[in-house]
């Protein structure tokens, strides 16, 4: 069948073992495309259950006596994002603070379990808070920071880094490397086993951002030897506007650093309330303070039901959506004048594809306040459009991809007007 017919997308669903999943979500506007789970994810049902349970049987009743069972709870909510979607054994990611202050953490920790070296690699399509922290980094502590410009296509595939981008950047003097899983903007996917390896082998640590990549694709942390990471719960992990982040250390390096911020949590016998600071070397060592704790609710529940569908048909949904989305660009968009700047092959790249066009601002803005269809616009001319798997119906996708053509094609995008909001 064709994929220009909209059958095609209804049999896809009909066949789709994660189908059941889309009604345990609020979708209060059933007319409405949702393409923008990459940015903020769904509200699952259970969660407004988990939340109100939170507060009336635990808060309620319990007020401080809860912190007894309260306590620990970055640690157990840590491991289920391991077990769900990061291929990870347990005691060794916390949920805890946002992506930005762990990034900080772990990077500052690995600079410093490299004394001596002072290079700090990372991309220029690396996500703009990972970039400003690293400047600042660098800027404090007189290191320097070298920026790949990977957004040059003579120099990377759709911002795509490789061994063979890294490798002219690599020296003994390399302490850092960080890049994101995916890329935020172009969506190309890197092989975080091979570069892994390739920095190991010259003794510098990578640390990785996965915000885009958790809950989308097979992460396998412990299978790929990556040693530090990072990432977000709120966009396939669907956990709620500011819910809290996670760190990944693996057991081997967790004795060997010290983050930056000494945080109460991080003391071995923290409530002796003693006057030095004794690190406690498992995975606590790494937090800072008190777990948020009705964020870590939001966590447990979309992520239990990540567990449920399993990562690995999570991943297969993503790959056969964003090559029907792809399918659809070169049946209805390219000859329209729109770029595709995501990879083609299915293993680079995750849940979201990017389009270009001169008039990608307006169009987004045209998408949304006509068209009924939610993508986002990313600076400086990218429309970028998801399928989150668990609360997107392949037909959800398609009747977008049909609303755009037809926006682009009668060029009404071109009488919106700015939306007067700051965010994009
Ligand atoms: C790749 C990446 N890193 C970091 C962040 C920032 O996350 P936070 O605001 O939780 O620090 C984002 C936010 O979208 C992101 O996409």
Redesign the pocket.
């Known amino acids: 069948m064709n994929v220009t017919q909209r059958e095609y997308a209804l049999e896809l669903d009909r066949n789709d073992p994660l189908a059941r999943f889309k009604s345990m979500f609020v979708i209060s506007d059933p007319q409405m495309c949702y393409l923008d789970g990459n ?1 903020l994810g769904r509200l699952p049902k259970s969660t407004i259950a988990a939340i109100n349970d939170f507060m009336v049987d635990e808060w309620g009743p319990q007020v401080v006596t809860g912190w007894s069972h309260w306590v620990d709870q970055a640690q157990p909510a840590g491991d289920l994002l391991g077990s769900a979607a990061l291929g990870a054994s347990p005691g060794q990611i916390l949920v805890c603070d ?4 762990n ?1 900080y953490q772990l990077c500052l920790a690995a600079i410093k379990a490299r004394p001596g070296r002072k290079t700090i690699i990372t991309d220029a399509a690396n ?1 703009p ?2 970039r400003y922290i690293l400047d600042g980094i660098a800027k404090q502590f007189n290191l320097k920071l070298v920026i790949i410009n990977n957004e040059d296509s003579a120099i990377a595939d759709h911002e795509r880094i490789t061994t063979q981008v890294l490798a002219p950047y690599l020296n003994e003097d390399v302490a850092l490397v960080t890049f ?1 899983v995916i890329q ?1 903007r172009s969506g190309a996917r890197t092989d975080m086993k091979s570069i892994t390896d390739q920095v190991r082998a010259i003794g510098g640590l990578v640390v990785w ?1 996965a ?2 990549a958790v809950g989308a694709i097979e992460l396998n942390l412990d299978a790929n030897g990556v040693d530090l990471c990072v990432g ?1 719960t ?2 396939y992990g669907n956990s709620g506007p500011g819910s809290p ?1 996670w760190l990944y250390v693996s057991k081997s390096l967790q004795s060997q650093l010290q983050v930056p911020i000494q945080g109460w949590f991080a003391q071995d016998a923290q409530f002796e309330m003693g006057p030095i600071f004794e690190r406690s070397l498992s995975i606590r060592g790494f937090q800072i303070a008190s777990p948020p704790l009705m964020g870590i609710r939001c966590v447990q529940t979309a992520f239990t039901m990540i567990r449920e569908a399993g990562i690995d048909a999570i991943a297969k949904k993503a790959a056969i959506g964003t090559q029907m989305m792809i399918d659809l660009y070169d049946a209805w968009l390219a000859p329209l004048g729109v770029e595709l700047n995501t990879p083609r092959d299915p293993k680079e790249r995750g849940g979201h594809i990017s389009l270009g066009h001169p008039d990608a601002a307006q169009i987004c803005l045209a998408l949304r306040q006509i068209s009924n269809v939610i993508p986002d616009y990313r600076a400086p001319h990218s429309i970028r459009l998801a399928i989150s798997p668990l609360p997107t119906s392949y037909t959800e996708v398609w009747d977008g991809f049909e609303r755009m053509r037809d926006l682009v094609a009668s060029g009404r995008y071109s009488q919106i007007q700015e939306s007067g909001s700051r965010v994009t």
């Open positions: 940015s946002t992506t930005s202050v990034f996500f808070t990972d994101q935020y951002d915000s885009h977000c709120y966009k982040a």
